[in-house]
């Protein structure tokens, strides 16, 4: 009788401390070159008020990015088609 053995979850969690591994993961992750960004396509659903600054932020870095929206119109992504919503609330 034969058991395979359970798979083990690399979560990629520092050891040490709790409190110092934040830290240590920051100073251990592996940065992407400025002259590689152009090699990465990032895509980003949605463009709300989240999606669109993400989307413009990554682009200023140099990343190449394409943005997907749902509506017809990027400018009636819920978090703008929303504010009418949020306005009568507060009023």
């Known amino acids: 009788m034969t058991t395979a053995a359970s798979p083990v979850l690399n ?3 520092p050891a040490g401390p ?4 934040w830290q240590k993961c920051k100073n251990e992750l592996k940065l992407v070159s400025p002259t590689n960004k152009r090699k990465f396509e990032i ?4 463009t709300g ?10 682009a200023e870095m140099g990343y190449n990015v394409k943005s997907f929206c749902f509506q017809d119109s990027p400018r009636r992504a819920h ?3 929303a504010q009418g919503g949020i306005n ?3 009023n």
């Open 79 to 81: 978090s703008i088609a």
């Open 49 to 58: 008020l989240a999606g669109a600054s993400a989307a413009a932020s990554l």
């Open 88 to 90: 009568a609330a507060k």
């Open 18 to 21: 709790i409190a110092d591994r």
């Open 43 to 46: 895509l980003v659903v949605g």
């Open 11 to 13: 979560g990629r969690c």
